[in-house]
């Protein structure tokens, strides 16, 4: 399994438009390397838990989403799969895979820097049907994912996986 070095973060505490800006820096360093550009971080009480990027690819995993990654991370590191209270920061609206996981660990809340639309379509080759799904998970878990405001350039993962 592919590993992201996300010592470093853990601990820190972090405010909301910090942890975004965080997960866009660690989407934007996964496309400099070739990487899918996803990252996210579980936090609790401003407290980062666990981290995690996108390894699908890598790891020949179709459920190694970041936020999954992420989540597994946290729960790992506090020997609990319930990470009631915990929000995730993620640098891209979540899918229903990442939504789920979420919310089978107890996270009520996903705060997202960039939004779907702005996925190329080099990365999600089916958009429409990413679009139904994310609806159909809404549909049963409401207000769950919500866009964040960090000042950070959220497109700038995208474009540089593009090159």
Known sequence: MT????????????AEDAALARTVELAL??????????????????????????TVRDDHDPAAHGEVVAVRDAARRLGTTDLAGAVVYSSCEPCAICRLVAAAAGIGEIVYAAGKELVPAAIDGDPVTTARLIDAVTGVLPGIARAGRTGADVAAPFRRYAR
């Open 29 to 54: 360093a996964r496309a400099a390397a070739g990487r899918l550009p996803f990252a996210a971080l579980v936090v609790r009480d401003g407290v980062v838990l666990g981290a995690g990027a996108n």
């Open 3 to 14: 590993t992201v070095d996300v010592s470093p973060l853990i601990g820190a505490r972090l």
